[in-house]
């Protein structure tokens, strides 16, 4: 019978068989260097060439050569059928514009009233109120298609290669719309940017991941935030009209942004994470003025083809924080 060869313990110095992987006497468990195959402690370096003792692969390390699936993934929609919804915003909001303008007007502004008359812009037969009134309505009715829009956006979004699911939300639909008829009259319009921002947490609440009605996304922007991004918009409007809508490239930029740093996203294991854009004006407002580019060429009908580019970019520039 022969007799098993020994060695020395690379720890303790004690003579341990020579295929035993833990010392008997120090109990430190050995392996051999990926370098070298010299025996040395588990977890330490190799005198000899620097190296470790080989690592298990796992499961998980074989795959990792297969490329992650995306945490925020857009499926890209029709074009074709979000063309009529974008078409009735831009009318809404083109007789918004309109209404302002005669609103104006016909109000008691002094000068800027004097100015806006002076433009040849003549005041109608309509009492200055019901005009503004009229601007308030159509306003609230561009924000409503709006919701259309993102609606049609969200429903073919999937965050950890799960589908999100819009839900309808009528009761929700039916409150918000009581809560603007009420706070705008009470408040004489100055209520609407809170209001926005209670649009946008009702519609990412009646959002969730497929097959877990159970976790919801959720929103947490606030309407004083609204208030100032309002004020900032209406004041560049006058430019966007002036550069044939060149403008609303950095308004875009203002509320994309503003709504990516507010939402709040299920991550895997349904913890509420924030969702972050990795890119800054400068990239976005090049990816924007292509698509304003074709689309003033195409007189507006490649403006939904532009406008699904524009969110898949979003899309793969989105992280999960």
Not at 112 to 118: A, G, I, N, R
Not at 119 to 124: A, D, K, Q
Not at 245 to 273: A, F, Y
Request: glycine content about 10%.
């Amino acid at each position: 019978m022969g007799v098993e060869t020994l060695k020395d313990c690379p720890s303790c110095g004690s003579r341990i068989a020579e295929s035993a992987v833990k010392c008997t006497v120090c109990s430190s468990s050995l392996g051999h260097c990926v370098g070298c195959n010299a025996w040395i402690v588990a977890g330490t370096k190799c005198f000899d060439c620097g190296k470790s003792t080989a690592i298990r692969v796992r499961k998980g390390t074989l795959a990792a050569s297969e490329p992650e699936p995306p945490k925020v993934r857009l499926d890209p929609p029709s074009a074709a059928g979000l063309l009529p919804i974008l078409a009735l915003r831009a009318l809404l909001a083109a007789a918004c514009l309109v209404a302002i303008v005669y609103a104006v007007a016909g109000s008691p502004f002094g000068k800027v009233t004097w100015y806006v008359c002076e433009l040849g812009v003549r005041p109608l037969n309509v009492t200055w109120p019901y005009l503004w009134g009229a601007a308030g309505g159509l306003l609230v009715a561009v924000f409503i298609v709006g919701n259309f829009v993102r609606r049609y956006r969200w429903s073919h979004m999937a965050l950890y290669d799960k589908p999100v699911e819009v839900g309808l939300g009528v009761g929700g639909i039916l409150l918000n719309i009581l809560l603007t008829a009420v706070v705008l009259g009470l408040t004489a319009g100055l209520g609407l940017p809170w209001l926005y921002a209670r649009y946008r947490r009702s519609f990412f609440r009646n959002c969730n991941l497929s097959g877990r009605s159970d976790i919801k996304l959720d929103f947490r922007g606030a309407g004083e935030e609204v208030l100032g991004r309002f004020v900032l918009t209406l004041l560049l409007i006058p430019f966007a009209i002036a550069s044939a809508g060149l403008m609303l490239g950095v308004i875009s930029w203002m509320w994309v942004k503003w709504e990516h740093e507010n939402v709040r996203v299920p991550d895997k294991n349904g913890q509420m994470r924030g969702l972050r854009l990795t890119t800054e004006f400068t990239p976005y407002f090049g990816r924007w003025l292509l698509g304003w580019l074709l689309s003033l060429a195409t007189l507006g009908f490649y403006r939904p083809w532009a406008k699904v580019a524009e969110w898949r970019w979003l899309a793969e520039k989105s992280e999960i924080i």
